[in-house]
């Protein structure tokens, strides 16, 4: 009977194999992550997919401070002329932008954008808090949602109005803005491989595909298991480029005025997406314990019978004392079989058992989500039994995901190499640098540059597209 339950509980997710987009849109659906609203590409977070962001929040929030960083907070409106203050970061954006065009009956006389991200009012604020070496660095974040005018949207993958966090910071020097641009993308790509189980290639954008504004973008990518790619945070050096326009100088120790050297970060509730399609299978989402919203749900078995529930309730105490974010299911509405399926179906790293057989043997049954493998752990040492399990799970769920990166990137080294190969992976191959051939493998293979290691140890001496001398190494794939 629980077999056939299952099937007839997960029958509605499409198979990977079958249709790789719509399994993730069936997940993201059937897990009450979001919903949509009335407004074109904009969703509401749901509880279970609020907290998941919140655990990400809060994780990351804490890296943020340890590594000297504030939170702020800025306004959402953001006057027209600031936004025209740098020529490529206007032009980067301008497409995407929403405006303000009255406020209650009056026309305004200077339109309001939407932000699409803050630097030009940070860029703003900093000019006028920045006036002596003394002030520097300031090291700012702020939490807030931004919205861009996508023409496609895909719940979490790329919506008009999203969730994330965007650090801003000014410093003296240009080595003091590069050593920060650097230190927050090893934050970032700590934060997914430590936290959320997903493995990334660090590395240099191309000028192409840099940040407007920016000198120089580096990003964090992520191998989804389609094999293509998924940008997951990008962190930008932006030089002198906004201090500039934006006036943001300071009067050096030697007395003289200099301009500031600014850098930007950021990562999204695309996060979610990612720990979607990097760990999902037809059973649903597959969370890693780190920012699972309940690391483990305790579902009694037989409750009507004696001790059933008290001993479910001493576990739940025993769970949660030990700091872990657990869930006792006492519905009686539903059947164990049911509730088996719908914890699948969430995520939840692990199962406990606890019927009247346990009980008789002073264990609980123990399932793990990432490989459905049952266990039997001492009542008396559960909590700790639970931990120890959830520890092996985390990394569990990394090698796995990092296996199938490896096995899925390969190095090309011709052009026929590298369109077969971006069907379904990464293609490491030499480029010559040139923009020319970037745009032509886009336009033929529907692959981009994702970026550059910092191991540029060459696999050839060629470009892969045009056959000049290169010597650059880098990532090309298909992308979300």
Same mark, same amino acid.
Not at 65 to 72: A, I, L, S, Y
Not at 223 to 230: E, F, I, S, T, Y
Not at 324 to 327: D, F, P, T
């Given at each position: 009977?629980?077999?056939?339950?299952?099937?007839?509980? =997960?029958q509605?997710?499409?198979?990977?194999?079958?249709?790789?987009?719509?399994? /993730?849109?069936?997940?993201?659906? #059937?897990?009450?992550?979001m919903d949509y609203?009335p *407004?074109?590409? &904009?969703m $509401?977070l749901k509880p /279970?997919g609020?907290?998941?962001?919140e655990l990400? @929040?809060?994780?990351?929030?804490?890296?943020f401070?340890?590594?000297? @960083?504030?939170?702020?907070s800025?306004?959402m409106?953001?006057?027209?002329?600031?936004?025209l203050? !740098?020529?490529?970061?206007?032009?980067?954006?301008?497409?995407e932008?929403?405006w *303000?065009?009255?406020?209650?009956?009056e026309?305004?006389q200077?339109?309001?954008?939407?932000?699409?991200?803050?630097e030009?009012?940070? %860029?703003t604020?900093?000019?006028?808090?920045?006036?002596s070496?003394?002030?520097?660095?300031?090291?700012?974040?702020q939490? &807030?949602s931004?919205m861009?005018?996508?023409?496609?949207t895909?719940?979490?993958?790329r919506? $008009?109005?999203?969730?994330?966090?965007?650090?801003?910071?000014v410093?003296a020097?240009?080595?003091?803005?590069e050593?920060?641009?650097?230190?927050?993308?090893?934050?970032?790509?700590?934060?997914c491989?430590?936290?959320?189980a997903?493995?990334?290639?660090?590395?240099?954008?191309?000028?192409?595909?840099?940040?407007a504004g920016?000198?120089?973008?580096?990003?964090v990518?992520a191998?989804?298991?389609?094999?293509?790619?998924?940008q997951?945070g990008?962190?930008?050096?932006?030089?002198?480029?906004?201090?500039?326009?934006? !006036?943001?100088q300071?009067l050096?120790?030697?007395g003289?005025l200099?301009?500031c050297?600014?850098?930007s970060w950021g990562?999204s509730?695309?996060l979610?997406?990612?720990?979607?399609?990097? @760990?999902?299978?037809e059973r649903?989402?597959?969370?890693?314990?780190?920012?699972?919203?309940? #690391?483990?749900?305790?579902?009694?078995i037989?409750?009507?019978?004696?001790?059933?529930?008290?001993? %479910?309730?001493?576990a739940?105490?025993?769970?949660k004392?030990?700091g872990?974010?657990?869930?006792l299911?006492?519905?009686?509405n539903?059947?164990?079989?049911?509730?088996?399926?719908e914890?699948e179906l969430?995520?939840?790293p692990?199962? =406990?058992?606890?019927?009247?057989?346990?009980?008789?043997n002073?264990?609980?049954?123990?399932?793990?989500?990432?490989t459905? !493998?049952?266990?039997?752990i001492?009542?008396?040492s559960l909590a700790?039994? *639970?931990?120890?399990?959830? $520890?092996?799970?985390?990394?569990?769920? /990394?090698?796995?995901a990092?296996e199938?990166?490896?096995?899925?990137?390969?190095?090309? @080294?011709?052009y026929?190499?590298?369109? $077969?190969?971006?069907?379904?992976?990464?293609?490491?191959?030499?480029w010559c640098?040139?923009?020319? &051939?970037?745009?032509?493998i886009? !336009?033929?293979?529907?692959?981009?540059?994702?970026?550059?290691?910092f191991?540029?140890?060459?696999?050839?001496?060629? %470009?892969? &597209? %045009?056959g000049?001398?290169?010597?650059?190494?880098?990532y090309?794939?298909?992308? /979300?």
């Open positions: 009977m629980a077999k056939e339950k299952k099937q007839e509980f =997960v509605h997710i499409t198979p990977r194999d079958e249709n790789f987009s719509q399994w /993730y849109t069936d997940v993201v659906t #059937q897990t009450d992550l609203t *407004v074109r590409g &904009c $509401a /279970y609020n907290r998941i962001w990400i @929040h809060e994780q990351l929030d804490k890296m401070k340890d590594t000297g @960083h504030e939170n702020v800025m306004p409106l953001i006057p027209e002329s600031l936004l203050k !740098e020529a490529d970061h206007v032009e980067g954006f301008a497409p932008v929403a *303000v065009t009255q406020g209650g009956t026309k305004l200077e339109r309001l954008a939407v932000r699409p991200t803050s030009t009012i940070f %860029c604020m900093f000019s006028k808090w920045v006036q070496y003394r002030d520097l660095p300031l090291k700012y974040n939490w &807030c931004v861009r005018w996508e023409k496609t895909r719940p979490f993958l919506t $008009a109005e999203f969730w994330w966090q965007e650090g801003h910071t410093h020097t240009a080595e003091e803005a050593e920060e641009t650097q230190m927050m993308l090893n934050v970032y790509k700590t934060f491989e430590k936290n959320l997903i493995p990334v290639f660090a590395g240099q954008k191309s000028d192409k595909e840099k940040f920016a000198r120089a973008t580096y990003s990518e191998m989804m298991q389609d094999g293509k790619a998924l997951a990008t962190s930008h050096n932006f030089g002198t480029n906004f201090a500039v326009p934006f !006036e943001i300071y050096s120790k030697d003289k200099e301009y050297h600014e850098t990562v509730t695309r979610i997406g990612a720990i979607i399609m990097t @760990h999902g299978d649903g989402l597959k969370l890693p314990p780190m920012i699972a919203p309940f #690391q483990a749900v305790i579902l009694p037989a409750a009507h019978k004696g001790g059933v529930m008290e001993k %479910c309730g001493e739940f105490s025993a769970l004392a030990a872990i974010r657990v869930k299911d006492d519905r009686d539903v059947s164990p079989g049911w509730k088996f399926n914890w969430k995520g939840v692990v199962r =406990v058992e606890i019927g009247p057989k346990d009980i008789e002073g264990v609980a049954t123990v399932m793990r989500r990432d459905f !493998e049952k266990t039997a001492p009542l008396d700790e039994g *639970v931990n120890a399990l959830l $520890a092996d799970i985390q990394q569990n769920m /990394y090698r796995i990092d199938f990166r490896l096995a899925h990137t390969k190095d090309v @080294h011709n026929e190499e590298l369109k $077969a190969q971006v069907d379904g992976g990464y293609a490491r191959a030499m640098g040139d923009q020319k &051939c970037e745009d032509k886009k !336009e033929e293979t529907a692959a981009t540059s994702r970026n550059m290691p191991d540029q140890t060459p696999i050839g001496d060629t %470009c892969v &597209c %045009c000049r001398k290169a010597s650059k190494v880098m090309f794939a298909k992308a /979300y």
